[in-house]
């Protein structure tokens, strides 16, 4: 077999472990309550393919569903325990196998995806999910981009950022922040940033104009008037304060923010419908995954004008460090998890 062909999917099945490792949690709880456990390989349903895991990176998301917090999420992925027990959004690997239906991907291709349960050898993802991983893009680079460059990308085109834009970004050291930065400067806007002080030489680095410590200096103490769009991340400033920093015409948008243990940011977010003034509006973002934007992500990394920070690395048997370190809040940029 030479370099170009690739094995059929009864061999690359056939050649395929009855059993895999994946983590796993039966209760809610810190990352205590994940565990590597011994499972079954699954088997690729119609229009799914199997996915050999090469790495994945550890979004809130992930952090939140662990710990049902808010317990608003517990309405939707189990009211007692997770329903879907693994977690992992992002996943970047390799095709071992598809099932029926399945056209335009086959084993040996290497891909991203934005999917769930992706913190074991072996996943089963849709097609549709799919995206093809260029040779000019490592993985630990690509499993940083699907949630939170897709995140980056919704919540920039809902507040309009182009060329010529002023743009604040409050909270703006972590992996959709650090994206939101680079993705806003490739637009020609002018950024400004708020961060830990960590961040900052970071931020600028990617091309944030001015950056601020948000211990020494707070939104209200910005200009006020002065930006096109405000991409608030951190979820603490009062909306009026992140609407009165815009321009006439502005939009704020909003990423996430912790709020109550019940309903988190949702209450904030319904206030925001109502906070419309002077043509200054509010845009709620929620994180999602499409395919075509991860493929555009991925064309603008290997191009060299997009690329995330990672904050640590660490190796599948060790994926419950890697959810700890972003439990803790306290990482810049994005921690991803590799095969060992």
Same mark, same amino acid.
């Given at each position: 077999?030479?370099?170009?062909?690739?094995?059929?999917?009864?061999?690359?099945?056939?050649?395929?472990?009855? !059993?895999?490792?994946?983590? +796993?949690?039966?209760?809610?709880?810190?990352?205590?309550?994940?565990?590597?456990? !011994?499972?079954?390989?699954? !088997?690729?349903?119609? #229009?799914?393919?199997?996915?050999?895991?090469?790495? =994945?990176?550890?979004? &809130?998301?992930?952090?939140?569903?662990?710990?049902?917090?808010?317990?608003?999420?517990?309405?939707?992925?189990?009211?007692?325990?997770?329903?879907?027990?693994?977690?992992?959004?992002?996943?970047?690997?390799?095709?071992?196998? +598809?099932? #029926?239906?399945?056209?335009?991907? *086959?084993?040996?291709?290497?891909?991203?995806?934005?999917?769930?349960?992706?913190?074991?050898?072996?996943?089963?993802?849709?097609? &549709?999910?799919?995206?093809?991983?260029?040779?000019?893009?490592?993985?630990?680079? *690509?499993?940083?981009?699907?949630?939170?460059?897709?995140?980056?990308?919704?919540?920039?085109?809902?507040?309009?950022?182009?060329?010529?834009?002023?743009?604040?970004?409050?909270?703006?050291?972590?992996?959709?922040?650090?994206?939101?930065?680079?993705?806003?400067?490739?637009?020609?806007?002018?950024?400004?940033?708020?961060?830990?002080?960590?961040?900052?030489?970071?931020?600028?680095?990617?091309?944030?104009?001015?950056?601020? #410590?948000?211990?020494?200096?707070?939104?209200?103490?910005?200009?006020?008037?002065?930006?096109?769009?405000?991409?608030?991340? =951190?979820?603490?400033?009062?909306?009026?304060?992140?609407?009165?920093?815009?321009?006439?015409?502005?939009?704020?948008?909003?990423?996430?923010?912790?709020?109550? +243990?019940?309903?988190?940011?949702?209450?904030?977010?319904?206030? &925001?419908?109502?906070?419309?003034?002077?043509?200054?509006?509010?845009?709620?973002?929620?994180?999602?995954?499409?395919?075509?934007?991860? *493929?555009?992500?991925?064309?603008?990394?290997?191009?060299?004008?997009?690329?995330?920070?990672?904050?640590?690395?660490?190796?599948?048997?060790?994926?419950?460090?890697?959810?700890?370190?972003?439990?803790?809040?306290?990482?810049?940029?994005?921690?991803?998890?590799?095969?060992?």
């Amino acid at each position: 077999m030479n370099a170009n062909d690739t094995p059929s999917p009864a061999a690359a099945e056939a050649a395929l472990p009855a !059993t895999m490792i994946a983590w +796993r949690q039966s209760r809610y709880g810190g990352p205590d309550a994940m565990a590597a456990e !011994t499972v079954p390989v699954p !088997t690729p349903r119609r #229009d799914e393919v199997l996915v050999r895991f090469t790495a =994945a990176s550890i979004n &809130s998301g992930d952090v939140h569903i662990m710990r049902g917090d808010p317990r608003l999420v517990r309405l939707f992925f189990g009211l007692r325990r997770p329903r879907v027990r693994g977690r992992g959004i992002d996943l970047v690997g390799t095709i071992v196998a +598809r099932g #029926d239906g399945v056209d335009g991907f *086959a084993p040996g291709q290497r891909v991203v995806a934005g999917w769930r349960d992706t913190l074991a050898e072996y996943v089963a993802v849709p097609a &549709s999910r799919l995206s093809l991983l260029p040779d000019a893009v490592d993985p630990v680079t *690509a499993a940083a981009l699907p949630v939170a460059g897709n995140t980056a990308v919704t919540v920039l085109d809902a507040c309009e950022v182009a060329a010529g834009s002023r743009v604040l970004v409050v909270g703006a050291g972590g992996g959709v922040g650090t994206l939101t930065v680079q993705l806003a400067a490739d637009r020609g806007a002018e950024v400004w940033a708020t961060c830990g002080a960590r961040a900052e030489e970071v931020l600028r680095g990617l091309g944030a104009a001015r950056t601020f #410590d948000y211990r020494a200096v707070a939104v209200a103490d910005l200009p006020a008037d002065h930006f096109d769009a405000v991409v608030d991340i =951190a979820g603490e400033t009062p909306l009026a304060v992140l609407r009165e920093r815009l321009r006439a015409g502005g939009a704020v948008g909003l990423v996430g923010g912790e709020g109550g +243990r019940v309903l988190g940011p949702i209450p904030r977010i319904l206030r &925001s419908m109502f906070a419309r003034r002077g043509g200054r509006r509010f845009r709620p973002v929620t994180a999602s995954t499409k395919a075509d934007v991860t *493929a555009g992500l991925l064309d603008l990394a290997a191009a060299g004008r997009l690329t995330p920070v990672i904050a640590a690395t660490f190796p599948l048997t060790r994926a419950g460090e890697a959810l700890a370190a972003v439990d803790a809040g306290r990482t810049v940029g994005k921690v991803v998890v590799t095969r060992d």
